[in-house]
């Protein structure tokens, strides 16, 4: 089969473009070369939707983050992600700092960022936010910013494109493409799909994909962040913090989640290797130290989990998305910060850059842009609960102790369009494995009810894909093969 569009990379942009498709009468499939969608960048990043204030006039990212930040209301309508508009503080702690935040504000005033304001009132500053150190000498506070779980949005985004007809391919790594008569053939290390358009949206890989067609006008560095995140309810804050911001990045912010940690982070470190997630004592110690500059009584404590995401950094320093020189490849690459907020925006321009190609854009008669939110034992009231115990004893059935998550909620996450399959794949769909033990207790019971619900060995459940193995085997059927062997 020819399908009308191929999209290559399953993080938040693809699955943005996907689902904002999936409303036409188009065949439409995406292939992931890991073994889940949103296991890129997508998957650590701050989660901040924001205002749009930051970047420079000069870069189309200023614009699409603006009206990216816009469509989120929509969005979260209709796909049900957990997403809060608590508003950004951005903290001037020198009076030299101000001006350059009144620039800010003036300037995102003009391009449309909504209620941008400097307040000055250190009184009011820190009624609105009393955990801010006793330095703060102004902010400028952005109420439209706001905070999402990226990941639990790209998996809400896929499900509805599913619904909506995309086929989605994991495992399948593009490993070459040929354009021959207005077809693209797409190898992948599992098979060959063919498309008359294909869209490129392979985060770090972005570059190697353009490549592949011949087109060799960007190229892509990795830029690594770390984080600490601390555990739930150990800090209350109301609003996302930054500092006033550096030349390479928006600096180290402190931000509550929409599941009710807090996190610091991240630092700036360019890097070589695509593939380099891991966390140093210096970093981790660079945005200590950068977060304490904001909230003094950081739970230090309290950390549950370090971890790096790597920003995909484009030498135009801007979002690459063109409609190129080869005939329906369309590269949607460098998305950068702020790239989760942009999503929507982005995909728009997609759009009309497939209307220009004279795709025939005609809106499905039963397109349905609706996905159900996904039933969570903690927003059950206590009737609500006994209600759904009693019809199905799996909701009073807790696997994940620190999040509380019943068995029918992994369960669902599995069965869910493009659920889940590995272990990972369930933890960021539903949440075992978040908390404060990070997986201790109920790691061997997610794996028991993958293996059960897929119907596979146990053997060969992962953590996220191929060669993330758990487990080899039963020591005992190991300690008997052996018993076997030595004629016992
Ligand atoms: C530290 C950090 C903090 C950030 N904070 C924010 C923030 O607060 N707000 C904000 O708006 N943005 C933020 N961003 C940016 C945001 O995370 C990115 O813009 C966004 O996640 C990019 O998504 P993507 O889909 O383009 O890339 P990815 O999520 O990386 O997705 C690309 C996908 O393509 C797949 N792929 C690659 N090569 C191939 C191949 N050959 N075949 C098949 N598939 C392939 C990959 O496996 C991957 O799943 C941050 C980024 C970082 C790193």
Not at 86 to 98: M, N, P, R, T
């Amino acid at each position: 089969m020819i399908y009308d569009i191929i999209i290559i990379g399953g993080g938040v942009t693809g699955c943005t473009i996907a689902r904002t498709l999936s409303k036409y009468d188009l065949n439409i499939c995406l292939l992931e070369k890991e073994a889940d969608i949103a296991s890129g960048t997508t998957k650590a990043n701050s989660g901040v939707v924001h205002a749009g204030y930051a970047a420079d006039r000069k870069y189309i990212k200023r614009n699409l983050c603006i009206q990216g930040n816009k469509l989120y209301t929509q969005a979260h309508e209709e796909l049900n992600f957990p997403f809060r508009r608590i508003g950004s503080f951005v903290v001037a702690l020198e009076d030299i700092q101000i001006g350059e935040l009144e620039e800010k504000r003036k300037k995102g005033l003009q391009d449309g960022v909504p209620d941008l304001e400097l307040i000055l009132d250190k009184e009011k500053i820190k009624q609105m936010e009393p955990n801010l150190t006793d330095k703060v000498v102004g902010v400028l506070h952005a109420p439209s910013a706001g905070i999402v779980s990226p990941y639990e949005m790209t998996h809400a985004l896929a499900e509805n494109a599913a619904m909506n007809g995309v086929k989605f391919f994991r495992n399948q790594e593009v490993i070459k493409i040929r354009h021959q008569e207005y077809v693209f053939t797409v190898k992948t290390g599992e098979g060959e799909f063919q498309s008359n358009n294909l869209i490129n949206a392979a985060g770090l890989y972005a570059s190697r994909i353009s490549k592949m067609l011949g087109l060799d006008y960007f190229d892509i560095m990795p830029r690594k962040g770390q984080y600490i995140l601390f555990d739930r309810n150990m800090l209350h804050l109301n609003k996302i913090l930054f500092p006033s911001p550096t030349k390479v990045s928006k600096g180290i912010l402190v931000c509550p989640t929409v599941h009710g940690n807090t996190f610091v982070g991240p630092n700036a470190q360019n890097i070589v290797d695509l593939d380099d997630l891991s966390t140093t004592t210096a970093g981790l110690k660079e945005i200590l130290e950068g977060g304490m500059k904001l909230i003094p009584n950081l739970p230090v404590r309290s950390s549950i989990r370090n971890f790096a995401g790597l920003r995909a950094v484009p030498d135009t320093m801007d979002f690459i998305i063109d409609n190129t020189d080869v005939y329906g490849f369309i590269n949607v690459a460098g998305i950068l910060s702020p790239g989760l907020t942009s999503c929507f925006a982005i995909a728009e321009r997609v759009e009309e850059f497939l209307e220009l190609l004279g795709v025939e854009m005609k809106v499905k008669d039963d397109y349905n842009p609706i996905r159900p939110k996904p039933e969570r034992f903690t927003n059950f009231t206590r009737e609500e609960l006994d209600k759904k115990i009693k019809k199905d004893p799996l909701w009073a059935r807790i696997v994940c102790r620190c999040e509380t998550i019943p068995e029918r909620e992994i369960i669902n996450a599995i069965h869910a369009p493009v659920g889940a399959t590995t272990v990972d794949g369930v933890k960021f769909r539903c949440r075992p494995g978040m908390g404060r033990c990070q997986g201790g207790f109920c790691r061997p019971r997610v794996m028991e009810i993958l293996s059960r619900e897929l119907n596979i060995p146990i053997e060969e459940i992962t953590k996220r894909g191929e060669d993330t193995n758990i487990v080899v085997g039963k020591t005992k059927d190991f300690i008997l093969r052996k018993l076997e062997q030595e004629g016992r």
